[in-house]
């Protein structure tokens, strides 16, 4: 009897689902915005954020991690952060230009894919600075968006978030930059490898 699980059993997970769910509330989140139900929105990237806690959590407690959930958790992370930054510059509550240091962050580690690839090497695990700054940036944003609202609860959420976000890109860029590091220190060993 083999001890493979079977692919479905490696698809449809608890933490799979959950991150499929946040896949799915990336349309909802933006056509909240478009319709200017702010806090709506603001309660779906709560709910967003949470799950994406929720799933790591689950995934790691019942040994439910996936080959999947590893691809799911991130791609859902960078889309639910794309679409955030994209709708709150919209509709003018964050500058375009910290939209546009985030996507060039993306930018340069996306860069390093084909370098990977030509060498064979796998993708460096997620170091905590990066876990830290995409836990910023999930919880920061939604802030500035409660801070968005004209009310009591906007005059509390607005410092916060900010400062969320603030901590968040410049950690965001460390970890990046981190990234390059990784991944130059994984081309040189595999090179060096080769030469003997």
């Known amino acids: 009897m083999s001890?493979?699980?079977?692919?479905?059993?490696?698809?449809?997970?608890?933490?799979?689902?959950?991150?499929?769910?946040?896949?799915?509330?990336?349309?909802?989140?933006?056509?909240?915005?478009?319709?200017?139900?702010?806090?709506?929105?603001f309660w779906l990237l709560v709910v967003s954020g949470v799950t994406d806690y929720l799933d790591g959590k689950i995934a790691r407690k019942f040994n439910l991690v996936t080959r999947l959930g590893q691809l799911l958790d991130p791609a859902a992370d960078r889309l639910y952060i794309l679409s955030t930054i994209v709708a709150l510059a919209w509709k003018h509550i964050i500058?375009?230009?910290?939209?546009?240091?985030?996507?060039?962050?993306?930018?340069?580690?996306?860069?390093?894919?084909?370098?990977?690839?030509?060498?064979?090497?796998?993708?460096?695990?997620?170091h905590f600075i990066g876990k830290a700054a995409t836990f910023c940036l999930i919880y920061g944003f939604p802030l500035v968006l409660l801070g968005s609202l004209d009310n009591g609860w906007g005059d509390v959420a607005r410092?916060?978030?900010?400062?969320?976000?603030?901590?968040?890109?410049?950690?965001?860029?460390?970890?990046?930059?981190?990234?390059?590091?990784?991944?130059r220190g994984m081309v040189r060993s595999h090179q060096k490898a080769q030469a003997v």
């Open 3 to 41: 001890d493979t699980v079977p692919l479905s059993r490696q698809i449809w997970t608890v933490p799979n689902l959950l991150s499929i769910a946040r896949l799915v509330g990336v349309p909802v989140f933006l056509w909240l915005m478009a319709s200017d139900h702010r806090l709506w929105a």
């Open 95 to 126: 500058p375009w230009w910290l939209v546009a240091v985030l996507l060039l962050r993306e930018v340069m580690v996306f860069a390093l894919g084909p370098a990977l690839r030509k060498h064979g090497l796998p993708i460096p695990p997620v």
């Open 159 to 183: 410092p916060i978030g900010w400062s969320f976000v603030w901590w968040g890109t410049v950690l965001y860029w460390l970890a990046g930059l981190m990234y390059v590091g990784q991944v």
